[in-house]
C-alpha cells in the first residue's frame, strides 16, 4: 500500500484538517472565509498500515484481526454508492455483520482485471463473482472456527461476523487473530461455489446507508481534484480551437511573465494524437496559472473543421441516411418488399443536438514519475481504456503507469475518456516534476467529449388493416466507440462494423413485423469533436425516436398509446426472452406498462392544455434489459409554448434490488436528467467550437423546475440489472408524448424549446 493511500485514510480521520465541508460552514458562519488549504496526501506514518495477518481468501475482500472486512472496489465511485452495493453481495454470502464492512477503491493492478465503470454493468457482471467470493470466504471461516472449537464444521453456522457452535461462538476477528488461515480459491474452485437462494437473504434488499455518505456529508471524501504533492506545480491548458488538427505557430507570454508564480507556456507534443494544439500555462498555483494565461497569446494553423456548424453535423445525417451507406444491426427478410407492397407508409424524422456532461468536478490529473514508473493520480470510469493511450503518449510499457484511483465529482460517461489524464503525463515528462493539470468549467466544456447530434429516420408499413407489417429506423450520428474502442465494434448483417453504444435501443422488444435497423457513423461530428458516452448512450436518442413515432402511429391510427404498445409487445420470436438475463422477453415490459399506466390513473380527466404522455424502455441492451415505462404529466402555456413539467410516474423491473436507496437515488437520478436534456439542456457547434461554455448559457435542469416524481420497482429475483441508464432513456419521449395530448403540439427535436412547441401547435393563436 503506498503513502499516499495511507494518507488519504489518515486524511480521513484528521478532524483538525480543513476540509470541504469546514470551509462551507466557515463561509456561513463568519462571512467570508478563504482560508482552504487541503493537507498533502504524502508523508503518513508506518502505524497506518494494519501489521498483523489478514484473511484474503480472494482479491474482493480481506479480514483483519480487529475484524473489519474490508471491501476491494475495482468500479468507480461517483456517487452511485456502487461501492456500497458490491460490498452489500459481499456481506450477503460472507454472513458479515454490515456494521464491520469498510471500502477499499483500489488502484490499476492487475489482479483486479478489466476495469470499466459505466452501462449499468456494474451489478450484472459482478452479482455472481462477488456472491462466490463470500460465499468462499464464509466456508473458510466456517472450517477454521471449528477447528479452534475442536467440533464438526457441519455443527457450525456463520452469523452476524460469528461462525456459531452450539452455545460457542467465535467472531471473525478472533478467528483470524488465531486461526492461522491460509486457504486460497483458485477461478475454477470460486466458480462451482454455491450461493444462497433467494429466500435466505437477509442484507440483500434490506434498507441501509450508503457507506459512503458520511465521509462525503462530512468533507473528508477525496477526490482527484484534492490530489497533492510535494514540490507539484500547476498547468493550466490554452486550448487550440479545433479538436483535431491544430497546431501552434507561436506563444507570446510577455506579459504574462509579470504574473507571480508564472513559470513557463509549454507546447506539448503528443504521439497518442489525444490533445494536438495544446498549450499548458506552467505556475506555481492554480491561481498564478489562470492568471497569467489571460495574458497569453496562442496562434494557430486551425484544423480543417474550423468553420463546421451544427446544422453542417445534422445535414450531414441526412445525407448519410439518403445514401445506402452503414451497418445493418438489424436486418429481417424482405423488408424492402414488405414496404414496396404496404398499403401505407407512416415516416418521420427525428433529431436530437449536442449535450455536454458538466459534471460536478472539471477533469482533472496529477502525474508524477520516479526510477521509470509513472503515477496520474485521477478519478476515471474506465482504467483499461486509458493506460494504452497513456503507455502510447509517454512511450513507455503501459506495465509502467499506475492509476491512484479517487473519487469522481460526477462521471456520466466523461471519464470513460480518460484523455485528460494525457496533458498530465506529457508536462510531468517533460519538465522533471509532478504536475497538476486542472481544466476550469469552460476549458471542460470545450474539451467535452459531448454526446453527437443525431438524424433519425423512422417508417412504419401498414397493411390494409391497418396492421403494422414492417418498421425501418435509420440513425446517424457521431460515434464513439469508433473512435476510442473499435474492439467493442458489433458487426451488422451487411458485414459492417457498427457501434452498438450508438444504436442500442432500436433493436426493440416490440412485434412490428419485418424489421430493419441501420446505423451510420457520421464522420464529420467525428472529426469535429470526440464523440462520448452519456448516461444513457445510444437509447438516449434511439429512444426519443421510437417512443414519439410509436406516440405518432397510434395516434394516426386513433389507438390509445397504451393500447398500441401492448398490442406490439409479445413474448415470442427474438422477443421472447432468454435466461437468465432477459426471462419473461416483452411480457415483462407489458408488464410495467400496465402498471404505469394503472399507478399514473391513465385516461384520467386533466386540466386544459395539461397533459399525459407514456414511453417504454429496456434501458441501454438487450443482453441486459431493465424494464421500464414512465408516464409524464405537463402543462403548457397555448400562447408562448413553455412547458412545465408536473410529474413522473416510473415503473422498473431491474431484477433483483440489491440496495433500494441506491436504486431509488439512482433512478431519481436518471429521471431528472431525463427532464433535463428533454427540456432545459443542449448546446451547438459554431465555427468547430461549442456554443455554450458555461452553466450561466448551459442551463440543465434547475431546482424550481423539479417535477414530483412516483417511482416502483417491481418486486422480483430475477438477475439483478442495471439502474444508471433506463430512467434517462424513456422521460424524453415521454414529454414529449405529453406535450402532443396537451395541445397537440408534435415536436421532433431535443432539447424541447418554447418556440419549437409554439410552431408545432395547430392552433398558431393560442386558443388551447
Known sequence: MSKLRHLQRLNHQNNTAVT???????????????????TSLLGAPASATIKSQQFEPTVWFSIDPAGLIHVNVAEAEMGQHVGTALARIIAEELEANWADVRLNYVDTEAEYGYRVTGGSWSMWQNFELLSRAGAAGRKALLEAGARLLGVSAFKCRAENSQIICGDQRLSYGEIVQNGKIDRVYSESELSLMPIKPVEQRKLIGGDYRALDIPEKTEGKAIYGIDAQLPGMVYAKPILPPTRYGSVVQKVKDDQAKSVAGYRQTLVLEDPSNTIPGWALVIADSYHAALKAARLIEVEYDAGETKNVSESDILNHGRSLIDSDKGSLMVEDEAVDTVFENAQRVISQEYTTGTVLHFQMEPVNGLAFEKDGKWELHTGNQWQSLALPVYAKALGVNEADILMKTYLLGGGFGRRLNGDYGVPALLATQALGKPVKVVLSREDDSRFDSPRSASVQKMQIALDNKNR???????????WPTEVMADFFMGTGSNGVKFDPFSINGANHWYSVGQHRVRAISNDLANRTFRPGWLRSVGPGWTNWALESFMDEAAHELGIDPVVFRLQH??????????????????????????????????????????????????????DMPTWTACVAEVSVDPTTGTVKLKKLTLVL????????????????????????????????????????QNLDRYTPLRMADVPELDIEFVDSSHLSVGLGEPATTVVGPAIGNAIFAAVGARVRHLPVTAESVRAAMPNPSGAG
Open 468 to 478: 403494422v407489417v414492417g418498421m425501418q429506423h435509420h440513425a446517424a450520428a457521431g
Open 20 to 38: 470541504r465541508r469546514g470551509f462551507l460552514i466557515g463561509a456561513s458562519s463568519v462571512g467570508l472565509t478563504l482560508a482552504f488549504a487541503p
Open 653 to 692: 423491473d431491474a431484477g433483483t434490488i440489491i440496495h433500494p436507496d441506491g436504486a431509488l437515488a439512482q433512478t431519481e437520478g436518471a429521471a431528472l436528467w431525463g427532464a433535463s436534456l428533454a427540456l432545459h439542456e443542449g448546446t451547438e457547434y459554431e465555427q468547430g467550437e461549442i456554443r455554450d
Open 569 to 622: 409487445l409479445k413474448s415470442r420470436g427474438r422477443n421472447a426472452g432468454s435466461t437468465p438475463n432477459s426471462v419473461g422477453g416483452a411480457n415483462r415490459l407489458a408488464a410495467v406498462l400496465k402498471r404505469v399506466a394503472a399507478r399514473a390513473e391513465w385516461g384520467r380527466s386533466l386540466p386544459a392544455n395539461h397533459g399525459m404522455g407514456v414511453a417504454t424502455t429496456f434501458g441501454q441492451e438487450r
